[in-house]
Nanobody, 115 residues
Framework: VQLQASGGGLVQAGGSLRLSCAISGNIFSINRMGWYRQAPGKQRELVASITTGGSTTYADSVKGRFTISRDNAENTVYLQMNSLKPEDTAVYYC??????????WGQGTLVTVSS
């Protein structure tokens, strides 16, 4: 399984970015897809996740600003980030969970929000 994240970059506070994560390989049994982030000097944290049933979970800090979605036909998961804040600056990682197989991570994409 391979996860290729893209869409990061430099944006001013209040701006928007859309992250994409293309998933390839043995993708059967995926039950959850998610985005995590890790800021300098901090632990990696969950940003948002979505199950195959469509249930979503968001970190309190991004509720109302970020939206996770998926395109099953394209095997891609997205993270739409609006009203970005400097504290959203981090490396963002996508991951998937496959029942009976474990967790897989993408390589990360850097998001920098300037004040």
């Amino acid at each position: 399984v391979q996860l290729q994240a893209s869409g990061g970059g430099l944006v001013q506070a209040g701006g928007s970015l859309r992250l994409s994560c293309a998933i390839s390989g043995n993708i059967f049994s995926i039950n959850r897809m998610g985005w995590y982030r890790q800021a300098p000097g901090k632990q990696r944290e969950l940003v948002a996740s979505i199950t195959t049933g469509g249930s979503t979970t968001y970190a309190d800090s991004v509720k109302g600003r970020f939206t996770i979605s998926r395109d099953n036909a394209e095997n891609t998961v997205y993270l739409q980030m609006n009203s970005l804040k400097p504290e959203d600056t981090a490396v963002y990682y996508c991951n998937i969970e496959r029942l009976g197989y474990g967790v897989y991570w993408g390589q990360g994409t850097l998001v920098t929000v300037s004040s």
